[in-house]
């Protein structure tokens, strides 16, 4: 099987959102919605609050891609070499007074994930070493039955400019299922074999972060999104764990990587996002898509 480099995004989804409004704009009188009002959508709201309206059982995959709570120093970086500036981590969705603020928020995140998963779907999280151990803990204290986690080791990662510890050329995903009692879901083991190492569908994936043309930038050249994920990782885990016609979900949808692989193969989506500017480039990506993936898989 391949993905052509002329796939665009599939009959089923220019036959829903793309002829009526792709994005919805959350409103406090909204109490409800149901599954049609919001699949193949975009909603303009913040995600805890959305997914409160959010009948249960209305999912079968949710990717998470969460503040990482990096706690970076506020201060410029300059490569000792050309003396550019490194453009790192510093937006403000990305700052917590206090891990126990950062938890509460990660608590009632996935607390409304849980409610909307379907028995058989599951979730996946990703995060790097600042918090994805505060996150794991949390999932086990919900309920979560964690089925794996996933190395993403990065062949592209930042350069470790000052050298007073190791490169962070990793981060990890979590997979998980709602309880242990659940059963059923789904596991593609033929892409997991082709994606992992060795023959046994290894738990590492290798392979680099968003650059060139892949990074979305404005008109002067600045990252839109400071954590864009590669279209490779959301097509590795969306054809690991789901099937064409599943519904996944997004709640933090940044650039909308995941609505915009989901609709390539031939997956429905719902993503939520509260910042107006990533809205706009995210209906950009969606209305008018360009050359998904070039990998046989």
């Not at 699949?39 to 990717?63: S, Y």
């Not at 550019?84 to 990660?106: C, H, L, P, R």
């Amino acid at each position: 099987m391949s993905i052509k480099e002329n796939y665009y995004v599939s009959n089923i989804n220019k036959q829903t959102c793309f002829k009526e409004k792709l994005v919805i704009g959350d409103e406090e009188e909204k109490q409800n919605y149901d599954l049609e009002e919001v699949r193949n959508r975009v909603i303009l709201g913040d995600a805890v609050n959305v997914l409160k309206k959010f009948k249960e059982e209305m999912v079968d995959l949710i990717f998470v891609d969460p503040p990482y709570y990096l706690q970076l120093p506020n201060r410029v970086l300059r490569r000792w070499t050309v003396k550019t500036v490194v453009e790192g981590m510093n937006d403000a969705w990305d700052k917590f007074s206090s891990y126990q603020e950062y938890d509460e928020f990660i608590i009632n995140l996935l607390n409304e994930a849980k409610r909307v998963m379907k028995r058989t779907a599951t979730i996946w999280v990703i995060s790097t070493y600042h918090s994805i151990f505060r996150i794991g803990k949390i999932m086990q204290d919900l309920g979560y039955w964690i089925l794996n986690d996933v190395v993403w080791v990065k062949t592209n990662p930042m350069p470790n400019w000052l050298g007073v510890r190791f490169t962070n050329a990793t981060e990890t995903l979590i997979w998980a299922v709602k309880n242990k009692l659940s059963k059923n879901y789904t596991f593609n083991k033929y892409y997991a074999k082709s994606f992992g190492i060795g023959k046994v569908a290894g738990n590492i994936w290798v392979l680099p972060i968003c650059s060139g043309k892949e990074r979305l930038r404005d008109e002067k050249g600045r990252k839109l999104h400071s954590t864009q994920k590669p279209i490779e990782l959301m097509k590795r885990i969306i054809l690991t764990s789901s099937k064409e016609g599943d519904t996944i979900l997004d709640p933090m949808a940044g650039t909308g990587t995941t609505g915009y692989v989901a609709s390539a193969l031939k997956r429905n989506f719902i993503l939520i996002e509260k910042n107006p500017d990533y809205i706009k480039v995210i209906e950009e990506r969606l209305l008018c898509p360009f050359y998904i993936c070039k990998n046989r898989i």
